[in-house]
């Protein structure tokens, strides 16, 4: 018999590239690996994951928040309700009576689409964020956000034809899923000198290049806030998308998933993709993302998101409940998050004070890393940093020394994954070189989360790096 071999492959697969979890993720769980060996000679003694929005692993141990895992607690064995009565908050208790009600034991299937009643939540939680109704029958919960993107990009795109319109720099669920359906990249370049602003001219130049190429633009894709920017779009750039959306028939993928990370919502409010195409009476179809793995959450590991279409037919919603049929059904554990994503407790029930303070202790940790980071890294040399007004990164630039360059060359790297690399190896701090983002021909950056406790000694770290390996190879 023959063995299996990689050129027997799906030769599409071969082309995924997904940064966040590539050479220097793995690189970094070698090297924590090494940390437990008594004679490890490395120069740090732990290894800090920068590399991912993942709040809660272990080294950054952001808290879960207290209702949510009471919640699913009392979801995965029920009698532990009369064990916990008078001791946690009644509202908790009625929750989880109220969907066991509902759902039956978290172990059996549920619709395909997600659980109806949960569903509901999401339809609710939508129209009282909007101001416009939204229909329990257009939401599809999901194992995170990422499989909704999937689903509906493996549903939009007929390969080696469909072109698909990505922000650059973007984040790398994309180009992947693109790669592995066979589409058509069509990257539109976002304007970091303008604080990472979305281009109306960028995006119509890139249309135009697609139509020289024999490409069939069929979607847009548009990141709000910003992964790994933390730009927030603006209300009439995000009308003016909408409008080009409809002039060239484009299907509108609006990635949502940081809409609670506003580090200043009195100057940079979010204002969701449904809001704008309802206000505008707008016949754009739109597929809108949420996830309960961001936020102040960071319930990633249980895998539970939405997705709501919003001008989509009922042929076209019938072949989409097809696709999802086929993995029977997202999980359990996050369609509850979910549900306590949208439902949270309100002023003057008995959770609603700890999950207040919860919640605003987060957001202002998050808040003040990222001005922190983007204050100290701006003072280095050879560095710009835009300050994210959302989400929890930062995508600072980067001006290499020729020598560093030429030496990144040399070893068959992007100058930006030498940088990273040899960070890891002096820190044990793990970031994402901007090559796997994409960026601008000659331009170097670096993505690096918000999520790391004690901030100072973290950047100091990080400055001290940078000014050795400037001197390193030759100053700038």
Known sequence: MRPLTVD?????????????????????EELREKLQ?????????????????????????????????????????????ELVKGKWPQDVLDRAKELQEEIGSIGAYSHSKGVPFIRKSVAKFIQERDG????????????????????????????????????????????????????????????????WSTSLDEIKATLARAANDGVMPRALVV???????????????????????????????????YQANLHRPDTHPFHSFKQVVRELNSPVALFSFHSISKGVKGECGRRGGYFECTNISDDVRALLYKMASVSLCPPLSGQIGVDCLVRPPRPGQPSYELWKTETDTIHAALRHRTQLMAERLNSLPGVSCVDSPGAL????????PDRAVE??????????????????????????????FGQKDGEHHYRLTCLCPGVEEYVSALENFHKKFV???GGL
């Open 8 to 28: 027997q492959l799906n030769p599409a697969i071969l082309k995924v590239q997904y940064a966040v979890r590539g050479e220097l993720a793995i690189k970094a």
């Open 37 to 81: 060996t008594d004679q490890h000679g490395l120069p740090f003694k732990k290894v800090i994951s920068s590399n991912i929005g993942n709040p809660q692993q272990k080294g950054l141990d952001q808290p879960a928040l207290t209702w949510t895992r009471q919640i699913a607690a009392l979801m995965e064995y029920p009698p532990l309700a």
């Open 132 to 195: 416009f109704p939204s229909d329990p029958e257009d939401i599809f919960l999901t194992a995170g956000a990422s499989a909704g993107v999937s689903l509906i990009l493996n549903v939009l795109i007929t390969p080696n034809v469909t072109g698909v319109l990505i922000p650059i720099p973007q984040y790398p669920l994309y180009t992947a899923t693109l790669a592995q359906f066979s589409g058509v990249p069509l990257p539109y370049h976002l304007s970091e000198s303008e604080g």
């Open 223 to 257: 990141i709000n806030p910003g992964n790994p920017t933390g730009a927030i779009l603006d209300k009439k750039t995000m009308e003016a998308v909408v409008q080009l959306c409809e002039e060239h028939s484009l299907v509108l993928l609006a990635d949502e998933v």
């Open 393 to 400: 990164y930062l995508y600072p630039k980067l001006e290499l």
């Open 407 to 436: 030496e990144a060359r040399r070893q068959g790297k992007s100058p930006d994954t030498l940088y990273a690399l040899e960070l890891l190896d002096a820190t044990g701090i793990c970031v994402v070189p901007g090559s796997g």
């Open 471 to 473: 001197e390193k190879y």
